[in-house]
């Protein structure tokens, strides 16, 4: 098949529970605005041992969804004896999907959200982007892509990050807002504050000038920690991209569990971009931007 022609699809990770609700949701308003097929996929581990059960236990899963969201079409995958993590991995390899989308998974104090075990093991092997639905998404009503930010240390995955969230931005009319976060230099250092914060602003000039004029682009520069920040962005951000597993200019800004607890703190959805997708997504992610609007 050619690549340019094939149907876009969204795999989304749901088992009836309450935040993957919030998935379900998040998943069908991306599919909405991005003409992509939704797949809805649930797995069941090796644990269970009665097909009568699992089969049952599918259907009322599967029908759940179909009440969730009764005005989109929707294929489903039962997985049997495979974790969540390889399960949806799986699918949105067999489906060329462009993107999975999963709820938290756990709550804890001041209702942050855990992404936990899910998230991050979905993060080390999956083969596109994967997006975060924040806690108690599916209540929320309206869901508009007016603001997406992104962050960008001058790493490869973060220049991965950018492309996918400047195509989503440009095709959606929406503002890009690209956000650099250098470390705070050690005992309010001059000389290495000052150093820094010329590397970053090189990293942001970098990044801005691969923009036409007509996009609605604006800079955010700050110091500190990279989670906390990009997490109080998000409070104004529709969606927050980012990359994982980054060793940018700046140090470890976006490695492992940092990325993850972005996933954790940020009040907006957070679309991942993981190393092991940036091959793939500098094509498919062009792709499926370019066709928002057909």
Same mark, same amino acid.
């Given at each position: /098949?050619?690549?340019?022609?094939?149907?876009? *699809?969204? =795999?989304?990770?749901?088992?009836?529970?309450?935040?993957?609700?919030?998935?379900?949701?998040?998943? *069908?308003?991306?599919?909405?605005?991005?003409?992509?097929?939704?797949?809805?996929?649930? +797995?069941?581990?090796?644990?269970?041992?009665?097909?009568?059960?699992?089969?049952?236990?599918?259907?009322?899963?599967?029908?759940?969804?179909?009440?969730?969201?009764?005005?989109?079409?929707?294929?489903?995958?039962?997985?049997?004896?495979?974790?969540?993590?390889?399960? &949806?991995?799986?699918?949105?390899?067999?489906?060329?999907?462009?993107?999975?989308?999963?709820?938290?998974?756990?709550?804890?104090?001041?209702?942050?959200?855990?992404?936990?075990?899910?998230?991050?093991?979905?993060?080390?092997?999956?083969?596109?982007? %994967?997006?975060?639905?924040? #806690?108690?998404?599916?209540? @929320?009503? @309206?869901?508009? &892509?007016?603001?997406?930010?992104?962050?960008?240390?001058?790493? /490869?995955?973060?220049?991965? !990050? &950018?492309?996918?969230?400047?195509? $989503?931005?440009?095709? &959606?009319?929406?503002?890009?807002? =690209?956000?650099?976060? %250098?470390? !705070? #230099?050690?005992?309010?250092?001059? %000389?290495?504050?000052?150093?820094?914060?010329?590397?970053?602003?090189?990293?942001?000039?970098?990044?801005?000038?691969?923009?036409?004029?007509?996009?609605?682009?604006?800079?955010?520069?700050?110091?500190?920690?990279?989670?906390?920040?990009? +997490?109080? @962005?998000?409070?104004?951000?529709?969606? $927050?991209?980012?990359?994982?597993?980054?060793?940018?200019? $700046?140090?470890?800004?976006?490695?492992?569990?940092?990325?993850?607890?972005?996933?954790? #703190?940020?009040?907006?959805?957070?679309?991942? =971009?993981?190393? +092991?997708?940036?091959?793939?997504?500098? $094509?498919?992610?062009?792709?499926?931007?370019?066709?928002?609007?057909?």
């Amino acid at each position: /098949m050619d690549p340019g022609s094939r149907q876009h *699809k969204i =795999v989304v990770g749901f088992d009836g529970g309450s935040e993957s609700r919030d998935a379900l949701h998040l998943g *069908k308003a991306l599919a909405q605005m991005l003409n992509a097929d939704m797949v809805i996929a649930c +797995a069941l581990g090796p644990d269970v041992e009665f097909d009568t059960w699992a089969a049952a236990h599918f259907a009322r899963v599967f029908e759940e969804a179909r009440r969730e969201v009764p005005d989109r079409d929707f294929t489903v995958r039962g997985l049997r004896d495979v974790s969540a993590p390889a399960g &949806l991995s799986d699918v949105a390899a067999e489906e060329q999907a462009d993107m999975i989308v999963i709820g938290s998974t756990h709550r804890g104090r001041l209702g942050r959200r855990f992404p936990g075990g899910v998230g991050e093991r979905l993060l080390s092997r999956t083969p596109c982007p %994967v997006a975060v639905a924040p #806690s108690g998404f599916a209540d @929320h009503g @309206h869901f508009g &892509l007016g603001v997406i930010g992104v962050a960008v240390d001058g790493s /490869m995955e973060s220049a991965a !990050a &950018l492309q996918l969230a400047g195509d $989503l931005a440009q095709r &959606l009319d929406a503002r890009l807002r =690209v956000i650099t976060i %250098v470390p !705070a #230099s050690p005992d309010d250092d001059f %000389v290495h504050r000052t150093i820094l914060r010329d590397r970053g602003t090189e990293i942001q000039s970098v990044a801005l000038a691969g923009f036409p004029a007509s996009q609605q682009v604006e800079a955010a520069l700050e110091e500190g920690q990279p989670a906390p920040g990009l +997490a109080r @962005h998000g409070v104004d951000l529709d969606l $927050l991209v980012i990359g994982s597993r980054g060793h940018g200019p $700046l140090g470890r800004m976006l490695v492992g569990g940092v990325s993850a607890e972005v996933m954790w #703190s940020a009040p907006c959805p957070v679309l991942v =971009v993981p190393a +092991a997708a940036i091959g793939g997504m500098a $094509l498919s992610g062009s792709r499926l931007a370019a066709e928002v609007r057909g």
